[in-house]
Nanobody, 115 residues
């Protein structure tokens, strides 16, 4: 079955950077549209950035200019490069894989930004 494993989260200071990685196994990675979501305490999970199987990207407004989503089909991996991090970026970040309406989720990785 499809499994997603995220890594790269941690504690970073205001203005710092992190790169999240998500490896997909159990299926053909290049076919999937991939996304990064986040969920802060007391809030709903929300889409941060997405990349299609063809490589087209989309970002939520607050991520534009700070975050970059990319994929490496040879490594079955999607990345989220996060720069200029702010305390309000603190959340659990989840990787999502979507194929013809079927969604798969990773276990999440915690990102904490201190001021």
């Amino acid at each position: 079955q499809v499994q997603l494993v995220e890594s790269g989260g941690g504690l970073v200071q205001l203005g710092g950077s992190l790169r999240l990685s998500c490896v997909l196994s159990g299926s053909i990675f290049r076919l999937y549209n991939m996304g990064w979501y986040r969920q802060a305490p007391g809030k709903q999970r929300e889409l941060v950035a997405a990349i299609t199987s063809g490589g087209s990207t989309d970002y939520v407004e607050y991520a534009k200019g700070r975050f970059i989503i990319s994929r490496d089909n040879a490594k079955n991996t999607v990345y989220l490069q996060m720069n200029s991090l702010k305390p309000e970026d603190t959340a659990v970040y989840y990787c999502n894989a979507n194929l013809v309406g079927v969604n798969f989720w990773g276990q999440g990785t915690q990102v904490t930004v201190s001021s």
